[in-house]
């Protein structure tokens, strides 16, 4: 069903009251988990109106294709948070530090490294989240963690991250396969509370509060699994336009 304008804020509110209810049957507090309506490929009015609902954490895969839209609603909404929750290429890595309040998608060091240096020419901390691939899928970007005997190999490389004093390296980020079943999913979000309780064990003097895992297919399980960001975006903005020909 198309998303209008009057549906996106109902839609909002009843991901919002969702959210609420995965937290109380986990026996956690719903303010634990923050909302990050997901933007990308969206037309700027359906922004705007999730904005008006309520909604102030906004995620993006492109930067390129957010910096416009940060613009054109800055003046309006000077308070809202825009995540960068896709992979990066180094070249666009001084946008993120421009524009983002937070970077979920850290997953190499050399990415790392850049957005360190671009954070100490502007000074500035960025908090950010290291990205691991929970589920072996080619496709998928992150660190390789789906053989958890082969996590100990994983440790200089983030400790080389860790060391760097720009980024605030605050939790962990996944995005688990596919599964038609969103309990099916389920191993792969508990998978990723396992990594950050084995990274709180080796490096106990960093942050690893948070835990960015579950979309709109799957998001209450991530939620009774420990998520504290759910990225959300056809469950409230509906599906994305067709792009023209040619187009991302």
Known sequence: MPATLTSIAERYHAVLERITRAAQRAG??????????????????????????????????????????????????????????????????????????????????????????????RDRTLPVLLEFNVGGEASKSGWPAWDEAQWPTLLPEIERVLALPRLQVQGLMTVPPWRPDPEDVRPFFQRLRRLRDFLARAFPRSSWEHLSMGMSHDFEVAIEEGATFVRIGTAILGPRPTPAPGAR
């Open 28 to 121: 956690r507090d719903p303010r634990e988990v923050r909302l990050v309506v997901v933007t990308k490929a969206q037309p700027l009015e359906r922004v705007q109106a999730v904005l008006e609902a309520g909604a102030r954490d906004l995620g993006e895969n492109y930067p390129e294709e957010a910096v416009p839209k940060i613009q054109a609603l800055r003046p309006s909404f000077p308070d809202a948070r825009w995540h960068m929750i896709g992979h990066l290429q180094r070249r666009k890595a001084p946008l993120v530090v421009e524009h983002f309040a937070m970077m979920h998608s850290v997953d190499r060091v050399r990415i790392a490294e850049r957005l360190d240096r671009l954070c100490a020419a």
